[in-house]
């Protein structure tokens, strides 16, 4: 069972640390999506944590990482935009990290960013 968790209301430059309890067993995703737009993927970490995948649009400004004792991966996002403003969603799998949504079996509920500018 996934669980999302630390979103919240940030000005722009600032950060946030999302939080997803999973299980140190599959590989997690973190999804997004804004009002009006399609889901999108934003980064992603095998199960042992070997390989590590960001998009393009966070890249340079997000780490994720996880804690397997403590079955927990973490989204750290910087210098947040106006434009990273969305419901927040992790996802998990078998095997390793992937970019594509369809290929995750489990979600948890989303956490909301909002960035003021």
């Known amino acids: 069972q996934l669980q999302a968790s630390g979103g919240g209301l940030v000005q722009a430059g600032g950060s946030l640390r999302l939080s997803c309890a999973a299980s140190?067993?599959?590989?997690v995703g973190w999804f997004r999506q804004a009002p009006g737009k399609e889901r999108e993927f934003v980064s992603a970490?095998?199960?042992?944590?070997?390989?590590?995948y960001y998009s393009d649009s966070v890249k340079g400004r997000s780490t994720i990482s996880r804690d397997n004792a403590r079955n927990t991966v973490y989204l750290q996002m910087n210098s947040l935009k106006s434009e990273d403003t969305a419901v927040y969603y992790c996802?998990?799998?078998?095997?390793?990290?992937?970019?594509?949504?369809?290929?995750?079996?489990?979600w948890g509920q989303g956490t909301q960013v909002t960035v003021s500018s």
């Open positions: 996802a998990a799998r078998l095997g390793l990290g992937s970019r594509r949504s369809y290929e995750y079996n489990y």
């Open positions: 970490v095998d199960w042992g944590g070997g390989n590590i």
């Open positions: 140190a067993r599959y590989a």
